[in-house]
């Protein structure tokens, strides 16, 4: 981050808010002209503070509204068992997220499902079944109260 100047902070705020702004808009928006706006943008994404655009979906209209977070024991927490689980979390669709946790447990994992009937289908199936897992902890999210989607609003 030693390289970054507010411009190129400002930069980034405004297209985490909204990636599909124009460069125009950008540019007018912290205070630049189009072309060096557009060089930042470009430096931005080549050094990799930019990762990538992406499209934030309804996830209530795809009928994909239930989200439960998950605790996960290992047995083994060696760098061939880590890396064995990791792997295999990357093979399962339903789960959103996976983070690797400083606590009493191993994993939390972000799970998302059509509802209570498919999750406990993907527990049991397929989390269940991920390399090394000894114990699971189910968290059930009742509302969102803060997330990604809401921040656009």
Do not use: W
């Not at 702004?21 to 557009?38: F, M, N």
């Not at 430096?43 to 979906?57: D, K, N, P």
């Not at 209530?60 to 290992?74: C, D, E």
């Amino acid at each position: 981050m030693d390289n970054l100047d507010k411009l190129d902070m400002a930069i980034l705020r405004e297209l985490q808010k909204n990636a599909r702004i124009t460069v125009t808009e950008l540019a007018s928006r912290v205070g630049l002209s189009k072309t060096p706006c557009q060089i930042r943008m470009k430096r931005l994404e080549e050094q990799g503070y930019i990762l990538g655009y992406i499209a934030l979906v309804d996830q209530k209209k795809l009928g994909t509204k239930h989200v439960a977070f998950v605790q996960v024991s290992l047995n083994d927490t060696k760098t061939r068992a880590l890396q064995a689980f990791n792997d295999a979390v990357r093979e399962i669709p339903e789960i959103e997220q996976c983070h690797m946790i400083a606590a009493n447990f191993d994993y939390l994992l972000k799970v998302r499902t059509t509802g209570m009937e498919s999750y406990r289908e993907v527990l049991g199936e397929k989390i269940s079944s991920l390399p090394h897992v000894t114990q699971t902890s189910t968290f059930v999210v009742m509302e969102d109260v803060k997330d990604i989607e809401s921040q656009l609003l």
